[in-house]
């Protein structure tokens, strides 16, 4: 069974960073894509980052150059390192696996306001 939690998020000014953390487990994690979306308010569902089992990376435009996506194999963790954010990334981000497209965690909240 998937599982998959994500962490991390929390309210930050605009300019600020945070680091959110996806926990996963009933899979074998070293061996899957991973990848992060995001669903603003009143929004879609959209994707953010990709990364491979061979630690490849996709990134959604909104994401180039202020994001950065990454895993540690050893933790069955993948991450999501947000830099200079936007009110416009609020969002609740979830994780996902390529693998296991209808699996989905509880998501985290973001909210980026001064």
């Known amino acids: 069974q998937v599982q998959l939690v994500e962490s991390g998020g929390g309210l930050v000014q605009p300019g600020g960073s945070l680091r959110l953390s996806c926990a996963a487990a009933g899979f074998p994690f070293s061996r899957h894509a991973m990848r992060w979306y995001r669903q603003g308010p009143g929004k879609e569902r959209e994707f953010v980052a990709l990364i491979s089992s061979t630690s490849t990376v996709i990134y959604a435009d909104s994401a180039k150059g202020r994001f950065t996506i990454s895993r540690d194999n050893a933790k069955n963790t993948v991450y999501l390192q947000m830099n200079s954010l936007k009110p416009d990334d609020t969002a609740v981000y979830y994780c996902?696996?390529?693998?296991?497209?209808?699996?989905w965690g509880q998501g985290t909240q973001v909210t980026v306001s001064s």
């Open positions: 996902n696996a390529v693998a296991f497209p209808r699996d």
